[in-house]
């Protein structure tokens, strides 16, 4: 069943290009978050056209250095043990350009490529957030970009992370690759038992519950898009009317969202069924964490990064919108909203900032927009200018006064000369 879903998206990117909402596939694949961490093409219908059209070059150069490789060996390769043993010149090697899209990046610098924020929680895809608590955690130095629509690790997966210009892909590979290289292992303290444990959990997470969620958002779009109060011109930085874009989102996000759901094979269940795989999944949860502030005692492990990342999903909608697993999670399994809590404020002090101001790196200290110094100076010489206007308006105004009065004393001699005329006359 799974290889013949994996086989549609020709199909459905033909049908994606009559209507043309790459956009709206984007945001589509941002709300899926069981596509969030997988290849673009499984996010966004069409992605095999893609992925094709990315291998060939790859094919061709390889035939094209294997061509090369070839006629080395055969005609040209008698240069080389030609009688006078002269060795070939060796070729400069050219330079490899950065193939990232952080060209200008700061060393040891994360730059982490993932969705824009929403007023509810800082993402709605449980990998990009995962990847950003973890982050936190480690205390690694990082800044989030906008992948506009468009950027895509060369696995075509979201999020992905680029780092001294290196890019790595897949939010369990990035932990993993960047633990290692800063030496901040979160299980360090963690026994082999303890280890097995968290596997089975994480796995648990991200291969079961969240497809539980997903069903839910696939089956509920409009009530989605209200429970996280996501402003879908803001999410794609589009101007068409959201009423239109909530159309096609609900129209291609339904659609794929069940797909992928029911090739996985949860979606051939009911859907008070899935609710309930979902039950059992939050009591096993709240059974290990028992009264302990995180799973494996007072500091946070990989587990609780990712558990995080999955429960604020279910516990962070509007409670106007009625959620069952939020509605289960709240009255059966309260330790598990304690624990959301905890990491919250651990790792997110300026959460009110990010859903408030929609601000992806509400975390680094902004720039203040002017200089007093600049302002004053600035001020100060407007001043000076209008001190001058207002000089030059009454020097104009002295001098008016002057003639007036000049005028004023000339007339008064002209009278005065003429009463003499008269009374001389007389």
Known sequence: MATEVENKP?????????????????????????????????????????????????????????????????????????????????????????????????????????????????????????VETWLRLAGLKYENIDHKLKLRSKKGQLPFVEVNGEEIADSTIIMKELAQRYEKDLDAALTQEQRNIAHAMISMLENHLIWVVLSWRSKNTEQMLKGYKINLQHALGSRLPNALLNFFFKFQFSRKGAKKVKAQGL???????IEEFGRKDLKVLSELLADKPFFFGDEPTTLDCVAFSVLAQIHFILDEVKYGLKEF???????????????????????????????????????????????EGADTEKTAEQEKNESEKELEKDNSNEKTEKKEEKSEKVEENKEKEEAAAK
């Not at 350009?97 to 994360?110: G, I, L, Q, S, Y």
């Not at 979606?267 to 069924?273: I, S």
């Not at 905890?342 to 720039?367: G, M, Q």
């Open 10 to 130: 020709v199909a459905v990117a033909e049908e994606d290009k009559k209507v043309e909402q790459p956009a709206v596939a984007a945001a589509a694949a941002a709300a899926t978050p069981a596509a969030a961490d997988k290849p673009a093409a499984d996010a966004a219908a069409g992605g095999d056209d893609k992925k094709a059209a990315d291998e060939k070059p790859a094919v061709a150069v390889a035939a094209a250095d294997g061509d090369g490789a070839t006629a080395g060996e055969g005609g040209d390769g008698g240069a080389a043990t030609s009688s006078d043993g002269a060795a070939a010149p060796a070729k400069k090697e050219k330079e490899v350009k950065p193939t990232v899209h952080k060209a200008n990046f700061e060393k040891d610098v994360v730059y982490l490529y993932q969705f824009t924020r929403t007023p509810m929680l800082p993402s709605i895809s449980p990998f990009c957030l995962k």
């Open 267 to 273: 979606g051939v269940h009911k859907p008070e069924e």
């Open 329 to 375: 999670m709240q009255e059966n399994c309260p330790n598990l909203v304690g624990h959301v809590s905890r990491i919250k404020e651990r790792c997110f002090p300026d959460w009110e900032d990010i859903c408030t101001k929609l601000d992806l790196n509400a975390h680094i200290p902004k720039p203040e927009p002017e200089t007093k110094e600049n302002k």
